[in-house]
């Protein structure tokens, strides 16, 4: 059975570092292409990072929301089968729950539509 677990949420002040991690169970990581999104109070669902599969001649490119360029990077380690959001710099509008999610397809997106698996989202807090 597939299954993406998301963890390392939490309350942080302004300025402050988090590390998501979602560890997959049930598949090979390196078949697949991950994205990290998030959901705020009264906000639709939005992406903020992408990380391509790393199968042979895929590559593993990445990309990020305007918001959090230059703040968080994303990252994989196969070896462990965990994705990782590591998040500097946050600010209280990164407040969110942060979904991972899982697609067979080798292209590094944040549309919504191509991701097949969906963690439970863990929650992130930004305050003083």
């Known amino acids: 059975q597939l299954q993406l677990v998301e963890s390392g949420g939490g309350l942080v002040q302004p300025g402050g570092s988090l590390r998501l991690s979602c560890a997959a169970t049930g598949f090979t990581l390196d078949n697949y292409s991950f994205g990290w999104f998030r959901q705020a109070p009264g906000k639709e669902l939005e992406g903020v990072s992408c990380?391509?599969?790393?199968?042979?001649?895929?590559?593993?490119?990445?990309d990020y929301a305007d918001s959090v360029k230059g703040r968080f990077t994303i990252a994989r380690d196969n070896a462990k089968n965990t994705v990782y959001l590591q998040m500097n710099g946050l600010n209280p509008a990164d407040t969110a729950i942060y979904y991972c999610?899982?697609?067979?397809?080798?292209?590094?997106?944040?549309?919504?539509?191509?991701?097949?698996?969906w963690g439970q989202g863990t929650q992130v807090t930004v305050s003083s």
């Open positions: 990380i391509r599969s790393s199968r042979a001649g895929a590559g593993g490119n990445t």
């Open positions: 999610a899982a697609t067979r397809t080798s292209i590094a997106t944040m549309a919504l539509g191509w991701y097949d698996y």
